[in-house]
């Protein structure tokens, strides 16, 4: 099984609410991604989880929290959000591995179309 | 800072045509170079990884090269079909990074197979 699940597949939200994208999977992977896609443009690294702590932010806004509960999955946080942060969020997961980066495949999930009003 | 690009960034060709799609890259030293496939409003699907100490790496159809002196890959797609339209994004991951991998994207290349 080689599969990444995300929830919701389509979110609308205002400025002002709370909401949260989830992320599972189940193929013992220990490193954990989110990445941030807008149209027509290639996917934006903004987290890594590492054996579930954070090893990487790529000085993410606040309004963006990420949590990783366990190792098989990943949320992300939002509060706050402005229209521009409208965009097709993807979570990837790979074995990751500190031994073996040079074959680290990145598994990526269906995504989150997110749409802020 | 690594920098990835593709060329072309779209291509139109017809069913049954070998096509080739480039990659470039400015820091050499990488761990792996990868090729995605995307298809419009959906996740990436993993084709090919080379690592860096390969030169080529063959999967069905799909044969691509990595030449890492000269910060090059190129993805060979052999009879084309339509299906292969999608838009596809060739990845870096680069050494001395913290944590584990992390994937410098091209903006891809956006291919229509006509039928």
């Known amino acids: 099984d080689t599969e990444v699940t995300q929830t919701p597949k389509h979110l609308v939200m205002g400025m002002t609410n709370k909401k949260s994208l989830k992320c599972e999977q189940h193929?013992?992977?220990?490193?954990m991604y989110w990445y941030k896609q807008k149209a027509k443009k290639p996917p934006e690294l903004m987290f890594v989880?590492?054996?579930?702590?954070?090893?990487i932010n790529e000085s993410v806004p606040s309004r963006f929290s990420p949590e990783c509960p366990n190792s098989s999955l990943l949320n992300l946080h939002l509060h706050a959000l402005q229209p521009e942060d409208s965009a097709l969020y993807l979570c990837?997961?790979?074995?990751?591995?500190?031994?073996?980066?040079?074959?680290?495949?990145?598994?990526f999930g269906p995504g989150t179309r997110l749409t802020v009003l | 800072k690594q920098e990835v690009t593709q060329i072309p960034a779209a291509l139109s060709v017809p069913e049954g045509e070998n096509l080739v799609l480039n990659c470039s890259f400015t820091?050499?030293?990488?761990?792996?170079l990868q090729w995605f496939r995307q298809d419009p409003g959906k996740g990436l699907t993993s084709l090919l990884l080379?690592?860096?100490?390969?030169r080529e790496q063959t999967s069905g159809r799909l044969n691509a090269s990595l030449d890492k002196s000269s910060g090059r890959s190129t993805l060979y797609i052999a009879a084309s079909q339509p299906g292969d339209s999608a838009t596809y994004l060739c990845?870096?991951?680069?050494?001395?990074?913290?944590?584990?991998?992390?994937?410098?994207f091209g903006q891809g290349t956006r291919l229509t197979i006509n039928p």
């Open positions: 990845a870096v991951q680069g050494r001395g990074m913290k944590g584990a991998q992390k994937l410098v």
């Open positions: 820091d050499s030293a990488i761990y792996n």
């Open positions: 193929m013992g992977h220990r490193a």
């Open positions: 989880y590492s054996y579930e702590k954070l090893s």
């Open positions: 990837a997961s790979s074995q990751g591995l500190a031994g073996a980066l040079r074959t680290d495949t990145q598994y």
């Open positions: 080379i690592q860096s100490s390969q």
